[in-house]
């Protein structure tokens, strides 16, 4: 099959074909990677294709019910079509990650288990989501070599035992295992900080898109 040609709105809205879509079985909320994106011709007279930048951009977008997909502004700005008219050769079209992978709705139960299997879920689609991130970016190396997965490992254990080391020193081991609520206060406020810090680490989409024409 020839790479399709695909109409994109100043928006950078672009439909994929129908055909396309049954083909590669694409459906409403999957994120979709795009391998190649090249600029044909752009609507606009005063403007020769010849005279854009000689590129083709790498992406990763969701799609919706229509079939419509978004050029985020990082590739068009790239491509010299920012807030223009453009046909776009788009080729190597497929499913990254499919919309059953993304977090269910929650219900108005308020029974634990339900509760629980919701968060557990969000927690899941999550971490699938930036494993996606993390093998899409370029800069970095998904998954990481056996000589980086071990020092990984191996930081994380020293940090580990300096930090049981200290707290028992302090007396707060001590004091977390009688229930302190001021240690545990402490603990927990520890913990949900290098959660935040982990979470703001790991590459987004956004982000991901910007390593991806970089």
């Known amino acids: ?6 109409y994109m709105n100043e928006r950078g809205s672009v439909t994929i074909d129908a055909e396309i879509r049954d083909i590669r079985n694409i459906t409403d909320g999957d994120l979709v990677r795009l391998s190649e994106v090249k600029v044909v011709k752009v609507e606009d007279e005063e403007i020769d294709v010849n005279d854009l930048p000689d590129e083709t951009c790498r992406t990763i977008s969701k799609i919706n019910d229509r079939g419509v997909i978004r050029i985020q502004k990082e590739v068009r ?10 046909k776009l050769e788009i080729s190597g079209i497929e499913v990254v990650r499919t919309a059953n992978e993304l977090p269910t709705e929650a219900h108005s139960s308020i029974v634990p288990i339900d509760i629980a299997a919701f968060y557990a879920n969000a927690a899941a689609s999550w971490s699938r989501a930036k ?3 993390l093998r899409e970016n370029p800069d970095i190396e998904y998954p990481p070599s056996t000589a980086t997965t071990t020092k990984i490992m191996g930081s994380g254990m ?4 300096v930090g049981i080391l200290l707290l ?10 009688a229930g302190d609520r001021i240690e545990w206060a402490g603990l927990s406020i520890a913990f949900a900080y290098g959660v935040i810090v982990m979470s703001l680490s790991l590459p987004s989409h956004k982000g991901t898109v910007r390593a991806l024409v970089e």
Do not use: Y
Request: glycine share 10%; aromatic share 4%; proline share 3%.
């Open 158 to 161: 020293v940090i580990a035992m």
């Open 131 to 133: 494993a996606l991130f």
């Open 1 to 6: 099959m020839a790479e399709p040609i695909c």
């Open 168 to 177: 028992s020193q302090n007396g707060a081991l001590e004091a977390l295992a």
């Open 77 to 86: 700005q790239a491509l010299g079509i920012e807030g223009r008219r453009a």
